[in-house]
């Protein structure tokens, strides 16, 4: 068999053209294979696998429902607001967490049931882009055939840059420059726009940040921290070829860690207390006050170029958009690039030009044509809501951020993301 029939392992069937990309299945227990559907577009055939294993009980489900700010089925008990915190109380839950993530692997994020997706590096970035946004997924793993390996990640960061690059070149975008890039030449040309704004950059690719099944969750958790990465694959090496099983996240750990202790809440002393207590997230300075880190927000009548801008300057996810009380209207995330796939938006319009309003319009047309979003895309909490409301909120499959408003008004106050939680849980 050739690499790529190879890497398809017991569920390899034939695909369709060079450079597609595939679905695959390659536990090291039974897998069975339940729908094999062909998908079409107007550039693109390929076929697609969805398979079921055996693991744990699905509770997971995509999206919140009821009022966005409570959380249903809580399973902790409440006790006396505020809370002094004790510097002995984050110490002993810190430590008990990272016992708990030290003795657990990543087989225990392997959901019951879900696709797993693959891109060749040969493919083009349109067709990606395309890809991406029908399958309903913001990333996936670039697999090089010339290699028999996976190299890297593509993210809806490399699209925001690419609309960017292409902004910078034309006064238009057009489906034909995005026709003749590869995802291959697509990566040496960010590496080469790196280095043109950061001399001290690096001068070779960067390495693929992956895990083992049998790597402690909290070889995990680091691994995202660390560098930077939303996502990280899960590869099994044990055969010749290695074996893609699933795309780990935060979302994924903390939901491991509210599990293991739903029943034992008062082993970890910090869970009772408000957010506000904690030095949890990034909160908009008070007047007089300094803050280290900018609070970063844009009112709904700015341009999507200066939205995506600020989240790759600011090397932020998501920026909250607020009226002109700075009372939470909406949030716009790196993810909602891929809806600009919609109609081939990005053909047919100017970043400058397109209001962040406008853009979220086409975000959330493009969500309910697809079906992609099962509740709100805008998540929230209150200052005063204890630590273990926001885990719980946090480990819903979507929410990856919880923005901090206050009552009533809405008025923005901070933000606190997954990555916030576990620098703080970690330690």
Known sequence: MTSWEEWMGDTYYEINGSGLYGLKSCFPYPAKLVADSGIQSSSVHFRSFSLLWRWFSVSETPGVTGDSMDIDGDPFHHSDANPKILEADVELSRHRISVFLSTHTAYELLPESGKVVALDVSLPVKQAFHILYEQGISVAPLWDHNVGRFVGILSPLDFILILRELGNHGSELTEEELETHAISAWKEGKLQLTRKFDTNGPLNPRRLIDAGPHDS?????????????????????????????????????????????????????????????????????????SNGRPFAMLRANASLSDALSLLVQAEVSAVPIVDENDSLLDIYCRSDITALAKDRAYAQIHLNELSIHQALQLTQEASASYGFFNGQRCHMCLGSDPLHKVMDRLAIPGVRRLVIVEAGSKRVEGIISLTDLFRFLIG
């Open 217 to 289: 969750l909290k070889d995990v958790a680091l691994k995202l921290l660390q560098n930077k990465v939303a996502t990280i694959p899960i590869i099994s090496q044990d055969g010749s070829v290695p074996q893609l099983l699933h795309l780990a996240s935060l979302t994924g750990v903390l939901k491991c860690i509210c599990r293991h202790f739903k029943h034992s809440p008062a082993s970890l002393p910090i869970l009772q207390q408000p957010i506000c207590s904690i030095p949890l997230g990034t909160w908009v300075p008070k007047i007089g006050e």
